[in-house]
């Protein structure tokens, strides 16, 4: 069955450098997206990209953060100079878009991203 | 802010029995709705999605929507001890993006 997989499964980092989060979603899928979920929190919404472009973006989604499709199957997360409160998984999520109004989220196992 | 409520639990049910979960949202003009299972440490799964105003069945599973009450909920019959998970309620508006609540805490008790 496919899946959407992501690299690395774990990142420790230390404030202010820079982090890439990859992902490879599923091929025949034509929306991605980025979520985080702090530990204990819900998980939010950061992202959509469609068409190679981005579709939607959250409050969280400001300069800090960049969205990358380089080639026809990564689909990447920069985090540039990580903060304290950084610290999160990160989902990695795609939907195929032609199933209209499914909407169907197919999530990576994610990225923790801890910021010391 | 389009904001989708659960109660955060938890919601303690022996094996065997019907759980309940309850969802409200705020956007009146969402579309489409989800059930997402999630374990501790892992990432979200849905379990079920819903369109139309009524009950829509999958297993033991039921989902259960009204537009007019903007509320969604799902039960779950013959509670599992594999039951026991976070239980995400989200729904999509305009445009495709997919808003969670924070979660139900479900314990199923063997």
């Known amino acids: 069955e496919p899946e959407v997989t992501q690299t690395p499964s774990h990142q420790v980092t230390q404030m202010g450098q820079e982090v890439i989060l990859r992902c490879v979603p599923i091929?025949?899928?034509?929306?991605f997206y980025w979520y985080r979920q702090i530990l204990g929190q819900k998980v939010e919404f950061l992202v959509s990209?469609?068409?190679?472009?981005?579709?939607?973006k959250s409050e969280i989604f400001d300069d800090q953060f960049s969205v990358e499709r380089p080639d026809g199957s990564n689909f990447t997360l920069k985090i540039r100079s990580t903060k304290l409160e950084d610290s999160a998984m990160y989902f990695c999520a795609s939907s195929d878009a032609r199933k209209k109004n499914t909407g169907e989220l197919f999530f990576g196992e994610g990225s923790r991203l801890t910021v010391l | 802010q389009k904001e989708v409520e659960q109660n955060s639990g938890p919601l303690s049910v022996p094996e065997g029995a019907i759980a309940s979960l309850n969802c409200t949202y705020s956007d009146r003009g969402s579309q489409s709705f989800f059930w997402y299972r999630q374990y501790s440490g892992k990432s979200p799964e849905l379990i079920m999605f819903?369109?139309?105003?009524g009950d829509k069945e999958d297993g033991r599973f039921t989902a259960q929507l009204n537009k007019a009450s903007q509320y969604v909920s799902l039960l779950i019959r013959d509670s599992q001890p594999s039951d026991s998970a976070t239980y995400l309620c989200a729904v999509i508006g305009g445009g495709f993006k997919t808003i969670f609540g924070a979660g139900t805490r479900l314990f199923v008790k063997a």
């Open positions: 819903i369109y139309s105003n």
């Open positions: 990209f469609y068409n190679n472009e981005i579709s939607e």
């Open positions: 091929s025949n899928h034509l929306y």
